[in-house]
């Protein structure tokens, strides 16, 4: 017998059927016990009946928001459902290879002051909020750049978020006032720094199959809905804006530093 979950893994869902058939495919081999919490954020594309007729042995807990809300709203409205003492916030266009990948996130949160783990992240944000591309580490297949068993950033993607219910409840879940989607991961990550708390990308190999997980069609008219680029803008200012205390934020060492900097030279 399986040992009673600690963990849930939670996803927003907007059709995108085959891609959440294959991450929940993907999803079976995985080592550490886990409940599933999806919440539909107004399918059409038979993503609800998939859910009614769950065809998997893992627990599910499955709600539906009757209209294609905000994406961060709708994660906080799941999270909410979990009574595990840790949350793993997960995009349905993921594929996981390493049986072992939640048991190593849980691993990470061991770790003295960790607050936050993922698999995506980047060691230094730059005072408008932007990610320095030269630190970004990641474990994406088929070639991961994060060095085992894992490393600290100051941010970490939303592609895979992994905290303490406890941590994430003390900061208020995601912040809503960035509206539809973007912002949210880098808001909760500077929130857990604010606390002492580490954030690690995690080495655990995964497959992104990209861009598919928004829960609006941005190919819309740009008159009358603001494109996906405006969005992530405008999230990125407010985020600059708030967190300006903490502006730019680098979680590397003097050595690390140096290193990364000859290494840029010598490109």
């Keep these: 017998m399986r040992a009673a979950p600690r963990v849930s893994l939670v996803m927003c869902v907007f059709n ?18 886990f409940r599933l919490v999806v919440m539909d954020n107004g399918s059409t594309d038979g993503t609800p009946e998939f859910f009614e007729r769950f065809p998997y042995e893992y627990p599910l807990i499955f709600a539906r928001s009757p209209a294609n809300d905000g994406v961060i709203a709708a994660l906080n409205r799941a999270w909410r459902l979990a009574d595990t003492e840790f949350v793993c916030f997960l995009h349905n266009d993921t594929e996981m290879l390493e049986p072992a990948w939640l048991a190593r996130l849980l691993g990470a949160l061991a770790e003295p002051d960790a607050g936050l783990a ?3 992240g980047a060691k230094r944000l730059r005072a408008d909020g932007r990610a320095v591309g030269r630190t970004i580490v990641h474990s994406l297949s088929p070639r991961p750049t994060v060095r085992a068993p894992w490393e600290d950033v100051a941010f970490v993607d939303s592609v895979c978020m992994c905290l303490s219910r406890r941590l994430l409840d ?13 912002g949210h991961d880098r808001d909760l990550s500077l929130a857990v720094l604010e606390r002492g708390r580490r954030c690690l990308v995690v080495d655990a190999p995964f497959r992104h199959h990209g861009g598919r997980t928004r829960t609006r069609d941005f190919a819309s008219d740009p008159a009358r809905e603001p494109s996906d680029l405006a969005l992530r803008d405008s999230a ?21 530093r140096l290193r990364d900097w000859l290494r840029t030279r010598l490109a």
């Design 236 to 256: 990125l200012v407010r985020f600059a804006d708030k967190y300006r205390h903490r502006l730019p934020c680098d979680v590397r060492g003097p050595r690390e």
């Design 118 to 120: 993922g698999l995506y």
């Design 170 to 182: 003390s900061v208020g879940g995601f912040d809503e006032g960035y509206g539809f989607y973007h």
């Design 16 to 33: 995108g059927l085959e891609d959440t058939r294959v991450c929940l495919e993907s999803l079976g081999v995985t080592t550490e016990p």
